[in-house]
């Protein structure tokens, strides 16, 4: 799988949960619908994933890490939310991702 694939199927899976958790919290009127819609915007060294209108998170091209944001553009490195390669052990519905219990 391409960095390319894995950032598209990275970005499905993040617009999915934030839809489902509208659904689930009774919160789904198009307003809020529309404010789930995720862009990819490709930069030399990070790719910004935005949710809505604001960056959301942070993916570095070379290694597929996926970080918060301190500001738009600005990667927090703190704020680690594995890799493209673990995004399903991530619950990506809240407002921040929370790591999925292990079952």
Not at 76 to 98: E, F, I
């Amino acid at each position: 799988m391409t960095l390319e694939d894995k950032i598209k199927h990275f970005s499905e899976l993040l617009e999915n949960a934030r839809l489902l958790r509208l659904e689930l919290e009774d919160l789904s009127c198009e307003a809020n619908r529309l404010n789930c819609k995720v862009r990819i915007r490709p930069g030399p060294k990070y790719i910004k994933v935005d949710v809505g209108n604001s960056g959301a998170y942070m993916v570095e091209a070379t290694t597929g890490n996926i970080y918060g944001i301190k500001a738009y553009g600005v990667a927090h490195k703190g704020k680690y939310y594995g890799t493209l390669d673990t995004v399903h052990d991530w619950n990506w519905g809240g407002y921040y991702a929370t790591p999925r219990r292990a079952s």
